[in-house]
């Protein structure tokens, strides 16, 4: 099994920052993507960002003003959220899809528990 734990969520003022973190533990042999995804009251969950060994995404919102990070020794990711806005306020969620084993190259996804961030005006 795998578990991927956030933290790093809280209350913060528009403009501010936060950082959050997830840590995955279990039977992993590798992570080959790590993101983050939000959801907002009312609103469908949305990808934040991921990323891979070679690359990283974005959504258009948060372009320029979070960025998407991991240790792979650790097998932790780290979301660094600045110049916040209210509109950033959701639940984030880390999301990681991983191999499990060395014999096999299946992959797996997991989710976190989420965590939630508020964003005051």
């Known amino acids: 099994q795998v578990q991927l734990v956030e933290s790093g969520g809280g209350l913060v003022q528009a403009g501010g920052s936060l950082r959050l973190s997830c840590a995955a533990s279990?039977?992993?042999?590798?992570?080959?993507?790590m993101g983050w995804y939000r959801q907002a009251p009312g609103k469908q969950r949305e990808l934040v960002a991921t990323?891979?060994?070679?690359?990283?995404n974005y959504a258009d919102s948060v372009k320029g003003r979070f960025t998407i990070s991991r240790d792979n020794t650790k097998n932790t990711g780290t979301l660094q959220m600045n110049s916040l806005k209210p509109e950033d306020t959701a639940v984030y969620y880390c999301?990681?899809?991983?191999?499990?084993?060395?014999?096999?190259?299946?992959?797996?996804?997991?989710w976190g528990q989420g965590t939630q961030v508020t964003v005051s005006a």
């Open positions: 999301h990681a899809v991983v191999r499990r084993s060395a014999y096999s190259s299946r992959e797996y996804a997991y």
């Open positions: 990323i891979t060994s070679g690359s990283t």
């Open positions: 279990g039977s992993i042999f590798s992570i080959n993507v």
